[in-house]
């Protein structure tokens, strides 16, 4: 790959540093709202919270920096039953994720740039070796200095919980791919401690079942975790992958729920599979997340490295090869030793929609077998989002791409079919190339398609609908070189656009059903179109919506689309975001993604994030106790609300940070 000087001129803001993308300091306790329209019943008690980077150091500006930095802040809003009969009052809560690395950062006041090292400094080729390595090690010597006398904060984690947020056995965890997920309570998001797939800091007592990273040298490593856990709606298990920087690469592992359904009382932990090694990947690499269906897991290796031995090689830590393949590995969920590999061209993945089987009827009648599993993922055809989340240019490759692997630059709603049985022949085997077979593969829709979600109780079965994000007016090659903002909200039909491609196959990869762009979509007037949008406003713009099922409801898509809004409009003359700046959660009609139901209108903004959940009324109750004067995960500050102390921090920080100038408060 050849690097490339980006464009822009070197004192532009970072476009995911500013605006409605930069930070805010202010973190609020529950907090009553304003609303207008009328809040639905399905609502009462749950709470919506999405997770994102907020670096609470950003005062150096030309620092390398990327959209997936940053400490974990979570903004949620409850829906509070009152005591007036059929009432719902909405409440905002913000907080940081109480992380090592945030604790240390924000009671080291002689720091001047973040501790990690930016994915930026990782992927830029114009990196030079020196200025990676000295970033690495820098790390390294405050991670040591924080565990000798004196220290305020040991940081035990490097991980800044910045990423997801899912609901398991009792507890919500944060997630991040760079270590184990962390514990938060609802509906105050306060942050409990680490959870090692036994138990978690806060929680009391010791669990000396084996935890994630096992014993030894690597443990640390091991105990590294997707930011896209899975739970399996029918059993309760949690499923996750663990990536690392040596052979064998990835361990599996699955947790399975310890509290039986209706009760909050707790059985004897146990562990289906734990650290279990998968075979045949050949080096590390940038994993962020897989696909499970009831009866199989999907591993994707793809041709995105992350491996510090690239430096050896001269390319940075983090890398695309265009000319590498793309690989599936396919396994029975308990059985990861049995993986089978699918090959095809080069291609990155970020975020996967759906699994689920396909079966076939065996000799007795009441008995099926899979036949193959399926995959809905968002494909993108080059890793051009890797650089542009962090404001550089994507390096052109020195070598002509094969013919075959020649692509337009895109991000689309990939289905794929994997044939697990009958097993090949030798004889098949051999005459494939010695590749296991990829029946389907190609694209449901010619739009722009990310940041996908399926209703929770239909996913890892064969779900009608996913929903997504896109963008209109734009290509989206013309949106990657800009902050990628979201101005649709996307329903698919995909059960109705498989079928349509089944009776008649798109040409593999390349090929697409629906050919339809964005303002023809728009355009149509059919109530049954397999592919509706909402239609953000001109000026304003969303984030990741969350499915919220009706009681009762008589469909699949019977329910309501959550996403927090913000109205750019309110932004100044030079782009940024007064302190008066606020945002907005609207509860969108996912039946026929035309009616906003009703508008809550938050104290504050909620920067443009990465990905939320929505926590039921029954999820928010029914929680594992934790003391809150343990203090394992964060500090014990004598009061009820250990953000009322965590406030005045902050506040001091930011003061030394941004002055008194209030432009990136908020």
């Known amino acids: ?56 150091m950003n005062e150096t500006q030309g620092r390398d920096a990327h959209w997936f930095d940053g400490d974990g802040m979570l903004s949620g809003v409850t829906f509070r039953r009152t005591c007036v009969e059929g009432r719902i009052e909405p409440e905002f809560v913000n907080q940081y994720i109480l992380t090592d690395v945030f604790l240390s950062t924000i009671t080291s006041p002689a720091l001047k740039t973040p501790i990690l090292p930016s994915i930026t400094t990782l992927v830029n080729p114009l ?209 990861p030793s049995r993986v089978l590999w699918f090959e095809t061209n080069p291609c990155c993945i970020f975020h996967t929609a759906n699994s689920w089987d396909s079966t076939v009827a065996i000799e007795n009648p009441t008995e099926e077998k899979v036949s193959a599993v399926n995959l809905l993922a968002c494909r993108l055809t080059s890793a051009t989002l890797v650089y542009s989340a962090g404001d550089l240019a994507a390096p052109i490759p020195l070598a002509p791409l094969p013919n075959l692997q020649e692509e337009e630059e895109q991000c689309r709603l990939y289905f794929y079919q994997f044939r697990i049985s009958p097993p090949l022949s030798v004889e098949e085997y051999n005459n494939l190339g010695k590749q296991n077979v990829i029946l389907h593969q190609w694209a449901l829709s010619a739009i722009p398609f990310e940041f996908p979600s399926v209703r929770d109780s239909v996913s890892m079965s064969a779900a009608k609908y996913i929903y997504g994000c896109s963008v209109a007016g734009a290509t989206f090659g013309a949106a990657l070189g800009r902050a990628v903002k979201i101005n649709s909200l996307v329903k698919v039909d995909v059960e109705t656009l498989i079928t349509k491609g089944m009776r008649s196959p798109p040409t593999q990869i390349t090929g697409c059903v629906d050919k339809r762009n964005m303002a023809e979509i728009l355009a149509s007037k059919d109530p049954e179109d397999s592919i509706k949008v909402f239609k953000m406003p001109e000026g304003w713009y969303a984030q990741e919506p969350r499915f919220v099922p009706r009681d009762h409801g008589r469909s699949e898509d019977d329910g309501w689309l959550l996403s927090y ?77 250990r953000g009322l102390c965590l406030e005045n921090w902050i506040e001091d920080a930011v003061k030394d940070s941004v002055g008194d100038s209030g432009k990136v408060g908020g």
């Open 565 to 641: 809004v913000f109205d750019e409009a309110q932004l100044d003359s030079t782009g940024e975001c007064p302190i008066s700046a606020k945002s907005e959660l609207w509860i969108i009609d996912a039946k026929n993604m035309k009616d906003v139901v009703a508008k809550i209108y938050l104290p504050q903004r909620v920067p443009y994030g990465l990905h939320g959940n929505w926590f039921s009324e029954e999820q928010v109750q029914r929680r594992l106790k934790w003391d809150h004067r343990l203090g394992d995960a964060g500090w014990d500050c004598g009061v009820g609300w």
């Open 1 to 56: 790959m050849s690097p490339v000087k980006s464009s822009q001129p070197k004192n532009h803001p970072h476009p995911y540093l500013s605006g409605n993308f930069a930070p805010v300091y202010r973190v609020l306790p529950l907090t009553t709202c304003l609303f207008s329209g009328a809040l639905p019943s399905a609502l009462a008690g749950g709470e919506y919270v999405r997770n994102g980077g907020n670096p609470v």
């Open 127 to 335: 990196s030079s070796l020196l200025a990676i390595l000295l970033s690495i090690l820098r790390t390294i010597v405050l991670v040591v200095l924080s565990h000798l006398p004196g220290s305020q904060q040991t940081i035990k984690k490097i991980s800044v919980a910045n990423t997801s947020i899912l609901y398991h056995d009792g507890r919500a965890l944060a997630t991040c791919e760079s270590g184990v997920p962390m514990r938060i309570s609802l509906p105050g998001l306060d942050t409990v401690g680490w959870f090692n797939g036994r138990q978690s800091e806060g929680e009391g007592g010791r669990d000396a079942h084996p935890a994630f990273g096992g014993n030894g040298f690597l443990s640390f490593m091991k105990e590294w975790t997707t930011a896209h856990p899975r739970v399996d709606p029918k059993t309760s298990e949690l499923l996750l992958f663990h990536s690392t920087f040596v052979p064998p690469y990835v361990h599996y592992s699955i947790i399975p729920s310890s509290m039986t359904q209706g009760s909050k009382e707790t059985l004897q932990p146990r562990c289906s599979v734990l650290n279990a090694p998968v075979s045949g990947i050949r080096s590390a690499k940038m994993m962020h997340d897989f696909g499970v269906s009831s009866t199989h897991t999907i591993i994707m290796d793809l041709p995105l490295s992350l491996d510090p031995l690239n430096l050896v090689k001269n390319i940075p830590v983090v890398s695309y090869d265009p000319s590498g393949r793309s690989r599936f590995g396919v396994f029975p969920r308990y059985q």
